[in-house]
């Protein structure tokens, strides 16, 4: 009988063994998976670090601008008070509203040649809010939009708002310098805009509205022949400015010359919306 349970201890025994050998295996194939996992995740948070190289100087990804809107300002009559909180509204909103990789540049238009161009040109930055944990750090990237995005744009627009008015208005002229500035607006893979925020008034040594100095008049002096051709396919948003009082000329004169002038340079018709302030 004591042999009997001795035989039997034995064979429970080896299968214990067994048993706790085959349980070690297992565990060595999960730890070996976990390790394996870890692995992989950092390899591919290190990855899209890697890829994901900003130029330091205009905030956008390597290889350029997504989109591009360009912001053109025509403060050469000042605008009230609520036109501005209007204006400053309308901004913040298209800003929210880009994507990352969104060039967003602004300029002015100036009776002075040194102030035009692009005075502010960076692509909008990611805002921490769509931050991936694993390899982002949202604090950071949210104070960095803030401290090279936000921040400047505001400081442009300030010392644009602070100007005096001037006697000439080269829309034209302001226009095009700013789109020669803003960096990939011609080959942006994505959406091209232009925002113009003015009274549309051209008043310059070229063509001046004032003068009663049409399209007509733009065509027979080698105006067409000037044209870039620089917006083509792209979009134009107006945001007018309303005049009132003093000689206006004429809606044939302003909007017959625009029509022209826009169809010309080969955009889209332009939307156009009121920055009233009544």
Request: proline share 4%; net charge negative.
């Amino acid at each position: 009988m004591a042999r009997r349970n001795t035989r039997s201890s034995r064979k429970r025994g080896r299968s214990s063994r067994s048993g706790s050998g085959e349980s070690s295996w297992i565990w060595y194939v999960v730890i070996a998976a976990c390790l394996a996992l870890v692995g992989g995740v950092a390899y591919v948070s290190q990855s899209l670090i890697s890829s994901s190289k900003i130029d330091e100087a205009t905030l956008c990804h390597t290889g350029g601008a997504l989109n591009v809107t360009s912001i053109l300002l025509d403060l050469t009559d000042p605008l009230s008070e609520t036109q501005q909180s209007r204006l400053k509204l309308f901004l913040d909103a298209e800003i929210a509203n880009s994507s990352v990789d969104t060039m967003i540049a602004l300029g002015v238009v100036s009776e002075n040649l040194a102030n035009w161009g692009a005075k502010f040109s960076k692509c909008k930055p990611a805002t921490g809010e769509l931050a991936n944990g694993l390899y982002e750090n949202p604090v950071i990237i949210a104070a960095r939009y803030d401290r090279e995005f936000t921040q400047p744009i505001e400081r442009t627009l300030a010392s644009m708002l602070t100007g005096v008015a001037e006697d000439q208005s080269p829309i034209m002229e302001a226009m095009q310098s700013l789109i020669a500035e803003t960096p990939d607006f011609a080959s942006a893979q994505g959406f091209r805009k232009i925002i113009i925020v003015s009274d549309m008034l051209q008043n310059s040594e070229t063509l001046s509205f004032y003068r009663g100095q049409d399209w007509e008049y733009f065509a027979q002096n080698n105006g067409i022949e000037r044209l870039a051709g620089s917006l083509s396919g792209a979009s134009v948003e107006i945001w007018r400015i309303p005049r009132s009082g003093g000689a206006t000329p004429s809606t044939d004169i302003t909007e017959g010359f625009w029509t022209r002038y826009f169809d010309k340079q080969g955009s889209r018709p332009p939307s156009v919306k009121s920055l009233g302030d009544l």
